[in-house]
């Protein structure tokens, strides 16, 4: 980047700084056992002291522009860590503890890509890295580690190094990419102030806004949009850990009802939690009436799920105008569209054929007429700023309103690239239209259309599955399938529209007879849903067998996802039936 866009812009460093200055305020409550039993308030102040003195340990082994992995466990300790790494002017890397056989792969995966020179980690974790560092290629120079707890934040005065460089590097984000090719996404002090700023012009001010979260501090929606915002705009957030969310969904409304919380989000799937995972009982507690801000994003928004979420929760003061549905990604540090506040929901009623095809045409059929409709929710205006076009993704001509094709953004809230990718980069971050409109874009790799200046997202180009809130990559549910049992050879994974969103399919080539699979199918099967789900943590909700050769490849022998996918909703794609005996197999 050619000098500074915004000298003037503080970072989120100096904003922090700035606010430990004033009066003692509340920054954040982390609800340490998931309910208001246990609650730990930090002000900025606390927040600041508890960040030097990370900073104080970081500027004493020279880090300035080197990369620190966070590894702490979701949690007041994460929050005070980040905020050192940036204030001793090193790049931070949000990641997770490394426990547990997915997470260790994923933690590894991170650590050769980034090549931190420290690792920042609890301190019970302390008699686990050796092993953790076995399992390091050879050629990783290893990281040192820095292991903190409660006792260790009341060491030396913290020091007081404050960058204000705000083009340089502030966080490598790793939400995206497969654990077998991670894609390290760049983001500036600039990037994360612009995406506040462009969060802050759609919620508008509010004097007494609390917000909540149970989202994880490694994923962007976490992260820049909850843990960040709530810095930049200077109001309280209530946390707890995605673990103790995810055990009972009930303590998420109840943190609201509690704590009188103004703002909150979460994915399609925790609303779908909430409806069919609280009690009766539990119901009568909850008051959602202060709530006035709640974020639906990361994943399809769907019409049932919020419909189903007002008819349990509206008796509890929940009002439906203030769902915001939005839409962003990592690389575009984390917000791109929403439903501007106080304006109600709007979804479109679809003919699904034309939209497969892509274009828009509202639906004549009839409700009751199950498949030729799609209720499309709108995912509001574009960030003020910024810019979507919609793209033919092979013409790479920029289409009308109506039509369906990629999603492009410009603007500031899009990454620098990823780190070490030079020509993925360009492609990704750098992209031009046919015609050049003078501007580059981000390919985001999802597929919507605009309607009256609103953005709505209809499906996928890039071969993502999204289930739950997870970031799924196909690559690495098929290896795990083609391993699952000796008979398999190629497979592809494939997300396809469910009851309660997308869900996962299998198809897989058996290189045996439809005789043989008859007798063995059972076996095949379950190895292979029992792999899938121990190793993804996601149960595939079908798994289809056809002989080798039945999934589409392209010439250089790559799968394709896609069409494989379409031919298995048609039906075509090719199967084996299992026969028994007295079938005339002969004769066909
Ligand atoms: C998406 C992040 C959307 C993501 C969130 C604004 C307290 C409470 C609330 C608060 C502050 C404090 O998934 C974020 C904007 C939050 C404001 C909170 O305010 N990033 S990702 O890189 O992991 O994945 C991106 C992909 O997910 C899919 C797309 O494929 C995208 O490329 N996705 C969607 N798909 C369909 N519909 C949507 N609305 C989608 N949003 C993301």
């Known amino acids: ?142 990281p040192e580690w820095l292991f903190v707890d409660d006792a260790y934040f009341l060491g030396p005065e913290p020091a007081e190094a404050i960058p204000d460089a705000v083009s340089d590097p502030a966080l490598l984000q790793y939400t995206s990419g497969s654990t077998g090719d991670p894609k390290g996404i760049v983001l500036t002090h600039e990037n994360l102030v612009s995406n506040c700023r462009s969060l802050e012009h759609n919620m508008g001010y509010e004097a007494d806004r609390v917000g909540c979260t149970w989202l994880p501090p490694y994923h962007d929606m976490g992260l820049m949009g909850t843990i960040m915002l709530a810095v930049h705009g200077g109001w309280p957030l209530v946390l707890m850990s995605p673990a103790h969310f995810v055990q009972q969904p009930y303590r998420w409304l109840k943190a609201i009802t509690d704590h009188k919380v103004t703002i909150s989000v979460g994915p399609n799937f925790a609303f779908d939690m909430c409806t069919s995972g609280i009690t009766d009982d539990e119901l009568e507690t909850l008051d959602l009436s202060t709530l006035r801000q709640v974020f639906c994003g990361s994943e399809p928004v769907s019409r049932v799920t919020l419909e189903k979420f007002r008819e349990r929760f509206a008796p509890r003061g929940y009002d439906e105008t203030s769902l915001i549905p939005c839409y962003g990604l990592a690389e575009a540090t984390l917000y791109v569209s929403g439903k501007p506040a106080g304006t109600p929901l709007r979804t479109e009623r679809l003919d699904r054929e034309a939209l497969e095809n892509g274009t828009v045409r509202r639906s004549g059929a009839a409700d009751g007429e199950p498949g030729q409709v799609a209720h499309i929710v709108s995912c509001g205006t574009v960030a003020d700023g910024h810019d979507v076009t919609v793209v033919d993704p092979e013409t790479l001509r920029p289409l009308p309103a109506g039509r369906v094709g990629e999603i492009w953004v410009s603007g500031p809230n899009v990454a620098q690239g990823y780190l070490g990718r030079p020509e993925l980069t360009a492609a990704t971050f750098t992209a031009r239209t046919a015609g050049d409109d003078g501007r580059t874009h981000l390919r985001t790799g999802d597929l919507g259309f605009l309607l009256d200046g609103e953005l709505f997202v209809t499906g996928r180009l890039k071969d993502l599955v999204v289930i739950a809130g997870r970031n799924l990559y196909p690559q690495d549910i098929e290896l795990t399938v083609r391993q699952a049992h000796e008979q398999i050879r190629g497979c592809a994974a494939f997300a396809v529209p469910g009851e309660q969103g997308e869900q996962l399919v299998v198809a897989a080539e058996y290189r045996g007879t439809a005789r043989r699979l008859a007798a063995e199918g059972a076996a095949v099967l379950e190895a292979v849903i029992a792999a899938v789900t121990a190793e993804h943590g996601v149960r595939p909700a079908a798994v289809h067998f056809g002989p080798v050769g039945a999934i589409p490849m392209t010439t250089s022998g790559k799968v394709r996802r896609d069409a494989t996918r379409k031919a298995y909703l048609q039906g075509t794609l090719k199967k084996l039936t299992p026969v028994t005996d007295d079938t005339p197999q002969a004769v066909r």
């Open 1 to 142: 980047m050619a000098g500074r866009a915004h000298p003037a812009l503080p970072g989120l460093p100096g904003i922090l700084q700035e606010r430990a200055a004033g009066p003692r305020r509340l920054a954040f409550r982390f609800l340490a056992d998931g309910t208001s039993d246990e609650a730990v308030d930090w002000t900025y102040h606390d927040v600041h002291a508890h960040a030097g003195r990370i900073a104080a340990d970081l500027l004493g082994r020279e880090l300035a522009g080197r990369r620190v992995v966070l590894a702490l466990d979701p949690g007041l300790h994460y929050i005070a860590a980040l905020f050192g790494i940036f204030r001793a002017g090193a790049t931070a890397v949000p990641s997770f503890p490394p426990t547990g056989k997915r997470a260790v792969a994923r933690f590894a995966s991170i650590v050769v890509d980034s090549t931190p020179d420290v690792i920042i980690a609890d301190r019970r974790l302390e008699g686990r890295v050796a092993q953790f560092a076995a399992e390091l290629p050879a050629t990783v120079r290893a």
